[in-house]
């Protein structure tokens, strides 16, 4: 759930992300998903003096899943809260904790499949919602910046069941960035080394192919949103990325492909020397804005 | 493992589809792997009188696993035969056991990490190897022809974990045809009813984008590889595709795309109506070598 | 312009295939540009009992030189007529004359430019427009059956200054078919040598990419367009192709690419074993609708 | 021709970019031609001090062209130059001159076919060396720097033919660039205001898709080229590209794309507010590098 100027960030959200809004709550929040995503929303703004992430949220397989994990993460020593079935729309009861570095995660087993755009019977291959705006595939994955990323990548690990799959080493061994799956895609969360707790690098949707890329850049333009990098490819994990900011200075990605992992996967390795070309590929230095700018 | 005419197809599994040949053993197989797989192999060939699969396998996390799928199996039914950890190069011990299309399916928790083509510090985006033959990123998926597919689905389902992506079904509401995943890929088998028990219609290989579709279609012109259909795309998984055939008449498929379900999804169901939009979809009908020619 | 089905052609060809509706004049005659084409009209329909061409019309420098190349036709022993100006909507005068393959050519120096969907001044890099329906980039060229195409090979060469670019060649070194070229296009017209006067292979529309290519596809497949082959490759200027057919019957091509070609490249021969791989790049055998089915 | 240092360049030149070498002469300069030009050479390297550019010539459609062109510019009051056949390797008379910016171009009728990579006869879609390095289609263009463009626009577009396809208008009305074609390429040379002479800007290569750019990316970030700007999309022509530097510090571009345009072209039209967009379409401004490097 991001905080946000609403009005402006309706529209970017429909109109140039493209996303379709499927609902809006007593407390004047607004749900959306993608096109392709079946359950009832993906993404929830909501008003507010400064931008960033209120939680972030994984559904699990079923309510015997969720009873179970957060019982682990209790015996793990994480304390965790009970958000209501219905307090968010068409979704059910959520375990809430914080982790280390300072943000809240959410568990659910339950939200309504209102089904994409394409029927579940004889469905063609794409719908025209697919062409209204950048229209992501899916709400991906999401960068958090904050302190103590050992200690959420230990509760990610141990409890949740993610596995490594790639990390920038930094020269006294200790992690500085960590990339982590729990599914084949290259990553469901990450994290970065940051002294200030609780903070958003970017939330990042899933794009078709590299034509997308230069598609949704395109759209970008068009529309005047203020692009930070890109089109160009990450180091880490291959996958062909811009990003940039919504109205409300909430960096987004717009992501493509990355190799597809398993569990067995050796992770692979980033040094100090070459990190610039683990984030982008192509410059292999970072820039300013990708440094500094946080939520 | 495929049966082959071995030294034609050595030929062309290596410069054709571009695998890297890694091994051959005492009774002459031949072992191949993608330039990304990271395991010892992934495809294994040897010299017979008639075109077809032996036998295909999947890794499971570790031996542990192994065992309790085993355990799963016999419970459920199903008779299983341990292979002894070596008999296949760099592979530990497989559990065999028949499905009731009359195929050898089996499980294994050890092959050795031989690594990709690119290191696990600090690696490029891709390596040479990428571009040579068709270059897949790896092996895929199977669709097998047989008799009683929902034998089949039973066990995947009920004792494996598969969940069932898509089908057709026919008027009297059974089957057709079941695609399967076991992780977040399309499909990881598929099966369609046939009165033959034990027949291959094709193993696929992964690509990464529409052009690297085109660029396969290139090849096989320039390599004289007999295509049965394609470039195209299926309305199942929407993946898009080319079946050709290897010099010994195993019809094999080079696949991009298609979406990435979670097991919490509900099939998507063609109708007979449709069945030809569902496998190809911009012809919307099948072609007579698709139909009739298995081996 | 095409004889067609009025109605259900309207729809097709702003819907389906994208072009944009620029006028009716008081003889039914409907008017259509793509989003890009800055000139009033490129494809004009109407109503007829049978499908195929009435004429194809070039655009010369200016009046100097349609006067001088009418000077010319007449000197080399064509025969030529002025169509007046007004006769089509926003079109100056033509000069039509009837090549030795039966179909009438036009040469004409004036058509209204009413700009394409993008301004003069600061455009974006494509319009709304663009994605809607398939969206060519323009028409772009004909191919035309009849007999004498020899004949009509020596007043685009000898008189009006097209070069050969590619050509197909009998065992008796006659021509079976010529590309031949006006710019730096692979093709701005061809001809294919038949028994019948006066047919019409296919109009080609230029699309942007490969990408574009599938989309096309799509389009055709989610709108129940009849597909002749395709997507594919030619070998025959390497462009990737689609061939499909209109509401009436008149097959129209989605090309994309081709290399550009200039006035001093030796053309590229193909012979008669190879005619399949030089039409259809991939398959390398011609198909049976391909041939036989001309309007 | 390029100078530049000689062994690294030519290291470079092959197997980054991808050119084939074609021969060298007594003076020790280096020619190369791309896998697909026919002509024996398009890009000719030699030793020297420092960066930059000696000369960029036009072929002519025949010598009774060249000899009318010479006439031509010495009735407009240009000077030229006649370099003997022989002089630069399989290539004939050369007519040169300088222009209003300072830079000299040469005109020449005829350079041997040596043949691209593919015969004339029964060709594949592509031969193996269009994936050796980067591997452009041709040389497609030059952007020079020098002080008089208007001068130089005079003698190309009243002398040799070209016109002009976008410009950039500075606010008291003069061109701060143009973009002029003799052709239906967006451009076949261009020209920026500068107050130092015969400065060269980039020499560009064309890539045939996007995802080509990507790859020429790729390997640029393999080879530890150093990239000005790219992968992105110009406003300018809608061409996409990458611009970075060859060991000697001279730009290169590897460019996609672009509008095709004819002579009767109205020309688009940038405002001093949009120039950003009209250079770097994605970004909407330009970039320190791109403004203040030339060779």
């Given amino acids: 759930m991001l905080r946000l100027q609403l009005d402006e960030s309706v529209t970017f959200y429909t109109d140039v ?21 079946r359950d009832h929303n993906s993404v929830i703004i909501r008003e507010a003096d400064s931008a960033g992430l209120d939680f ?26 009970r958000m209501p079935a219905g307090d968010l729309l068409e979704t059910g009861e959520r375990v ?46 999401i960068l958090l910046y904050g302190p ?51 903070r958003l690098h970017h939330v990042a949707f899933l794009l078709e192919s590299w034509e997308k890329v230069l598609r949704a850049a395109d759209l970008m333009s068009m529309n005047r949103v203020a692009i930070d990098i ?17 109205p409300s200075g909430n960096r987004f990605e717009t992501y493509c492909g990355g190799y597809q992992p398993y569990p067995d996967w050796k992770p692979t390795k980033w040094t100090m020397e070459e990190v610039g070309a683990g984030i982008f590929y192509h410059d292999r230095k970072l820039n300013e804005a990708f440094l500094s700018v946080v939520t």
Same sequence: chains 1, 2, 3, 4.
């Fill in 230 to 246: 890109g089109p160009t490819r990450h180091g880490v994990t291959r996958g062909t990325t811009i990003y940039a900011f919504d």
């Fill in 56 to 81: 972030y949220g994984f559904k699990v397989l079923d309510r015997a899943t969720l009873d179970q994990l957060e019982s682990d993460l209790n015996a793990y020593g994480v304390a965790t809260e």
């Fill in 96 to 141: 809430r904790f914080r982790i280390p570095t300072g943000h809240i995660i959410e568990l659910y087993a339950e939200k309504t499949d209102v089904g994409g755009t394409l029927p579940y019977v004889n469905p063609e291959a794409w719908s025209p919602e697919a062409e209204h705006g950048i229209a992501p595939i899916r709400m991906d994955h």
């Fill in 17 to 37: 992300l493209g996303l379709i809004e499927t609902g809006r709550d007593d407390q004047g929040r607004v749900y959306f998903k993608t096109w392709d995503e």
């Fill in 148 to 198: 103590d990323i050992d200690g959420a990548h230990a509760i990610f690990r141990d409890v949740l069941g993610f596995y490594l799959v790639e990390h920038i080493v930094q020269d006294d061994q200790s992690d500085l960035a960590i990339w982590l799956s729990c599914s084949n895609k290259a990553h469901d969360i990450a994290f970065v080394r940051h002294a200030e707790p609780g």
